[in-house]
């Protein structure tokens, strides 16, 4: 019937003789939970019947009149609701049973399920349909993004899971309230498929939000693809699958703006691309500002760092660096780089002169250790 996950609260089920159950003779029919008070909407709901056998039991959507789908047990003794019901719903329940004896009873119940102050919706980067087709890079982390602040960490880290095949060991870290990343402890090995879970559909966040709705959803890592920029040397080479490939003259930060050292991930490609210093605080009128149109451009952090073209350090290529942070190539190498690498492929910066990614900038994953990567999970 098409219902999201969902803490769910049972207000009554009433009959003639009791709230919760009715018995003619020796059978006797009964609905839980006793509809004495809400209940999440995960609860299993069940009818039961005692010294007779259940002929039907029929759930019903008050407001829109919708079943819900149930199984009966091979014994006709139970009958259990087989999906999840929604938030802030009521329903109906029409239990009909037969006696030992022959006597025939009906029961009529009502369940009722709570209203969340606000329901968090399980937001996935990169999402999945983009990446469908070339899949990710061995440097890409996984990340759930919610659309409400948690505050219970634990419980929700509890029904979060990513299960790599062939298996490799990884784990969760909190940017922040909304973001939960997932990384390898190593770089994911070419190949590898990924089934990403999130069962949170019923899940206390915390101060009134409930998890909207489950998710699963499948990723598939590509060849490895690692560039490493070298400040020192003012080139990159282009590692692929372990072997490099090419090699070619960058030009990075100049001491101003220095490009950030560590590891970063491409997070987006663009064959145009308008670059514009006020993204970062440096806007028209400041010194330094600048607005460009670049080609072949790679976002590698949030911070305004890309790989792309630039014909106007072409002369500074492979010997300074001049650029606003940004990994500047000729158009040749801008267009090769462009057609081979791709979202969660690695950037390897060294002696660039700047400080690490933080890893607070989207993919900034891979600038902890696995020790202090471990320490952001709540489980810890």
């Keep these: ?3 999201t996950a969902c803490v769910l609260v049972v207000t009554g089920c009433t009959v003639g003789v009791s709230r919760n159950s009715v018995s003619e003779g020796s059978v006797r029919v009964s609905i839980e939970p006793d509809g004495t008070a809400a209940v999440n909407p995960v609860t299993p709901i069940t009818v039961r019947a005692e010294h007779g056998k259940l002929t039907g039991v029929t759930m019903t959507n008050a407001g829109t009149g919708a079943r819900v789908d149930g199984a009966l047990a091979p014994d006709g003794t139970a009958w259990t609701a087989t999906e999840p019901l929604g938030y802030a719903s009521r329903y109906t329940v029409v239990a009909s049973a037969v006696g030992d004896r022959g006597k025939r009873i009906e029961q009529h119940g009502e369940i009722s399920t709570l209203a969340p102050r606000a329901q968090a919706e399980p937001n996935l980067i990169p999402a999945p349909e983009s990446v469908r087709e070339t899949g ?18 634990a419980a929700v880290e509890r029904r979060l899971s990513v299960v790599s ?4 060991q990884g784990g969760w870290y909190w940017i922040d309230d909304r973001n939960v990343h997932y990384r390898p402890q190593e770089y994911w090995r070419p190949g590898t498929e990924l089934t990403v879970n999130a069962k949170i559909y019923g899940v206390d966040f915390g101060n009134g939000v409930y ?4 998710r699963t959803e499948r990723y598939r890592v590509h060849d490895s693809w690692i560039a490493e920029a070298d400040g020192a040397t003012e080139r990159m080479r282009i590692v692929h699958n372990g072997e490099q490939v090419k090699s070619m003259p960058i030009s990075m930060g100049k001491d101003a703006t ?3 050292s560590g590891t970063h991930v491409i ?5 145009n691309y308008t670059m514009d210093s006020c993204t970062y605080g440096v806007c ?11 080609h072949w451009s790679q976002r590698i952090s949030t911070d305004g760092e890309f790989v792309h073209e630039n014909p106007n350090s072409v002369g500074q290529q ?17 267009t090769w780089f462009f057609d081979h690498l791709g979202l969660g492929d690695v950037v390897e910066v060294v002696n660039s002169g700047g400080p690490e990614l933080p890893v607070w900038d989207l993919y900034g994953d891979w600038s902890l250790s696995w020790a202090e990567w471990q320490a952001g999970s709540a489980l810890r």
């Design 165 to 168: 095949r062939p298996a490799q």
């Design 258 to 260: 220095p490009t950030h």
């Design 267 to 271: 997070s987006a490609k663009y064959e």
């Design 284 to 294: 028209q009128g400041d010194p330094g500002y600048y607005r460009a149109r670049e």
């Design 318 to 334: 492979g010997d300074t660096n001049v650029s606003h942070g940004c990994i500047n190539l000729d158009a040749a190498n801008a």
């Design 1 to 3: 019937m098409g219902l």
């Design 211 to 214: 998890g909207a709705r489950d």
């Design 136 to 153: 990710v890079g061995v440097g890409q982390p996984i990340v759930f993004q919610f659309s409400q602040p948690v505050e219970d960490r």
